[in-house]
C-alpha cells in the first residue's frame, strides 16, 4: 500500500488528453512538501517529468503539465503520442516517515 | 553531461550481502545529495534512503534502517549502497539518482540487478 495513491491505469486514444491524479494526506502533499512527477518507459531508468509541482524540466514536451492543490496533484498529458505509453509515478516528502514516498504508479495505455 | 553509472548485476544467496556503487561524472559531486530507489520485478518504486556527499549526513526509509549502509567517496566520485542480510523480497532493480529528499531526482543510474537466490 502506497502512502501516495495513483489509479492503477490510465487510457486514451492519440490527440486526446488525460489525466493522471495522485492523492496523499496532510503529512506529505497537504504539508505543502513538492510533487514531482517521473516517465518510466518499459525496461528503462526512470526520468524525471515534472519537478516543483509545475516545472517541466528541459526537454520535456509542454504537452506535460502538472498541477497541486490541496492534499492531491494531477499530470496531464495533452495530444496524447504512441510513445508517452509509459508507468507514470508521482512522488513527494512524508514528515511522519521523515522521507520519501512514492505512487503506486500509473500504466498508461494509448489506443 | 551528468552521468551516472552502476555496477553490474549480482546474484546472492539468502543471507548474503550486496554493495552497488554508482559513479558520477559532469558535475561537482558534492554539491547534490544522492538517493537509492529499488523495483521489485513488476512492481513500484520503493526510496531506500539519500546520503549527502558533502558530509556523509544519511537519511534510511524506516523499513530499511539497521540493514543498508549508503557511503560515497569523494575523491572517486562514486557513492555505494550496502544491503545486508538479503532475502527474495530483495530481488529488485536498485537504482542511484541525483537528488531526492524533497527535491526531485533528475539524473538515475541505468540500474543494477540484484537477484537473491539459493
Known amino acids: 500500500q502506497s502512502v501516495l495513491t495513483q489509479p492503477p491505469s490510465v487510457s486514451g486514444a492519440p490527440g486526446q488528453r488525460v489525466t493522471i491524479s495522485c492523492t496523499g494526506s496532510s503529512s506529505n502533499i497537504g504539508a505543502d512538501y513538492d510533487v514531482h512527477w517521473y516517465q518510466q518507459l518499459p525496461g528503462t531508468a526512470p526520468k524525471l517529468l515534472i519537478y516543483g509541482n509545475s516545472n517541466g524540466p528541459s526537454g520535456v514536451p509542454d504537452r506535460f503539465s502538472g498541477s497541486k492543490s490541496g492534499t492531491s496533484a494531477s499530470l496531464a498529458i495533452t495530444g496524447l503520442q504512441a510513445e508517452d505509453e509509459a508507468d507514470y509515478y508521482c512522488?513527494?516528502?512524508?514528515?511522519?516517515?521523515?522521507?520519501?514516498?512514492f505512487g503506486g504508479g500509473t500504466k498508461l495505455t494509448v489506443l | 553531461q551528468v552521468q551516472l553509472v552502476q555496477s553490474g548485476a549480482e546474484v546472492k544467496k539468502p543471507g548474503a550481502s550486496v554493495k552497488v556503487s554508482c559513479k558520477a561524472s559532469g558535475y561537482t559531486f558534492t554539491s547534490y545529495g544522492l538517493s537509492w530507489v529499488r523495483q521489485a520485478p513488476g512492481q513500484g518504486l520503493e526510496w531506500m534512503g539519500w546520503?549527502?556527499?558533502?558530509?556523509?549526513?544519511?537519511n534510511y526509509a524506516q523499513k530499511l534502517q539497521g540493514r543498508v549502509t549508503m557511503t560515497t567517496d569523494t575523491s572517486t566520485y562514486t557513492a555505494y549502497m550496502d544491503l545486508r542480510s538479503l532475502t527474495s523480497d530483495d530481488t529488485a532493480v536498485y537504482y542511484c539518482?541525483?537528488?531526492?529528499?524533497?527535491?526531485?531526482?533528475?539524473?538515475w543510474g541505468q540500474g543494477t540487478l540484484v537477484t537473491v537466490s539459493s
Open positions: 512522488q513527494s516528502y512524508d514528515s511522519s516517515l521523515s522521507g520519501v514516498v
Open positions: 546520503i549527502s556527499p558533502y558530509n556523509g549526513d544519511t
Open positions: 539518482a541525483r537528488g531526492g529528499g524533497i527535491p526531485g531526482m533528475d539524473y
